[in-house]
Nanobody
Framework: QAQLIESGGGLVQAGGSLRLSCVGA?????MGWFRRAPGKEREFVAV????????VYADSVKGRFTISRDNAKSTVYLQMNDLKPEDTAVYYC???????????????WGQGTQVTVAS
């Protein structure tokens, strides 16, 4: 798995949208998004299989976030709609051999991208 670079974060008002990108995703790995809010543990957000299916979401983001991938571009996306202040965190993408919500199963963590949702 090559180095992963997350981007697309920023400051948005509650109810707004952002699309995060993760460049460098290997076509042979399942890919997940996690987030870490200040003072909290790293939290699972979503994961997508190498083929694009299945996808799994945390209950807190189900119906608002969509994970997708473009293997031709080695990129995984996280479309985030109806953002809430509690979505504020640093968001990370990472690769995993089997579809999993456990961060311990994932490979090397990158720098992440900051998402801040103002109320």
């Amino acid at each position: 798995q090559a180095q992963l670079i997350e981007s697309g974060g920023g400051l948005v008002q509650a109810g707004g949208s952002l699309r995060l990108s993760c460049v460098g995703a290997s076509n042979t790995y399942n890919m997940g998004w996690f987030r870490r809010a200040p003072g909290k543990e790293r939290e699972f957000v979503a994961v997508i299989a190498w083929s694009g299916s299945p996808t799994v979401y945390a209950d807190s983001v189900k119906g608002r976030f969509t994970i997708s991938r473009d293997n031709a571009k080695s990129t995984v996306y996280l479309q985030m709609n109806d953002l809430k202040p509690e979505d504020t965190a640093v968001y990370y993408c990472n690769a995993v051999l089997s579809v999993s919500e456990n961060p311990e199963n994932y490979l090397s963590w990158g720098q992440g991208t900051q998402v801040t949702v103002a109320s």
